[in-house]
């Protein structure tokens, strides 16, 4: 079977993708704008407070993830719940789905507003930690060590933002797992009280390894993460004659 007849047949290949890059880019948008936004209220200075200084560039990282999540989680449960379905069609399966609307017309349906939040404290959890080593640990070591002739290379930013964005992701994949289960069940009755109980109920059954599932791809998705980084940091160079440093000297 060809590409043109999967898609054609299934329309499984990009199922849920427009509804992905939908969520994106206000997403990224929204992360650097609070992130350097929080960085600024924290406001601690490297040369004084080192330790405070790498914990304020931790949490506003974190801050920043959480409050954007508040904003995009619909759409990630959107984009959660059409790809799931896609895979389910592909192996004989009936849709449940039509597309990015009839998601939120029928969970709206059947559990309200609450059913677009399934899953939403396990996430929030997970960005804090994912956000806060990403921005965080990116932030500490590139304005720590690329220093001298490693200052604005993009060759050594990209390495630090690649390295970050692993780190950050394998840190926070068990609590994406559990939070994607959890968007599963939204329609259905209530299968877990909390996100520590689901965890629990994943383990015991699958074990942790099943937590893991799926992060090998992670590891490649963050040449993307990395790039966001060391772009960002590149057009601020080009558009104000420097990087962004609230709170660094």
Request: proline residues 1%; contains cysteine.
């Amino acid at each position: 079977m060809t590409v043109h007849d999967l898609h054609s047949q299934t329309g499984t290949v990009w199922r849920g993708n427009g509804t992905n890059v939908l969520r994106y880019f206000p997403t990224q948008a929204l992360n650097f704008a609070f992130k350097d936004t929080f960085k600024q209220m924290f406001g601690f200075k490297k040369s004084e407070q080192f330790g405070l200084w790498v914990l304020g560039n931790i949490a506003s990282g974190a801050a920043a993830g959480a409050s954007s999540s508040v904003f995009v989680y619909s759409l990630d449960y959107a984009r959660t719940r059409l790809s799931a379905d896609g895979k389910s069609s592909a192996k004989g399966g009936q849709r449940q789905f039509s597309g990015l609307i009839d998601v939120y017309r029928q969970t709206l349906r059947a559990d309200g507003v609450v059913g677009l939040y399934r899953g939403f404290v396990p996430s929030v959890v997970g960005i804090c930690v994912y956000r806060g080593l990403y921005f965080g640990g990116y932030d500490t070591i590139r304005d720590t060590l690329l220093v001298g002739n490693l200052r604005g290379n993009f060759a050594a930013s990209f390495a630090v933002g690649w390295m970050c964005t692993t780190g950050a992701a394998l840190a926070a994949y068990p609590l994406d797992t559990i939070r994607r289960r959890m968007m599963m069940t939204s329609g259905e009755k209530v299968q877990y009280r909390s996100f520590i109980e689901a965890g629990r109920h994943i383990v015991a059954k699958e074990g942790v390894r099943s937590l893991f599932a799926g992060a090998g791809a992670n590891v490649l998705r963050g040449v993307a993460g990395a790039g966001v980084l060391s772009l960002y940091d590149k057009f601020q160079e080009l558009a104000w004659g420097k990087v962004y440093q609230a709170g660094s000297g």
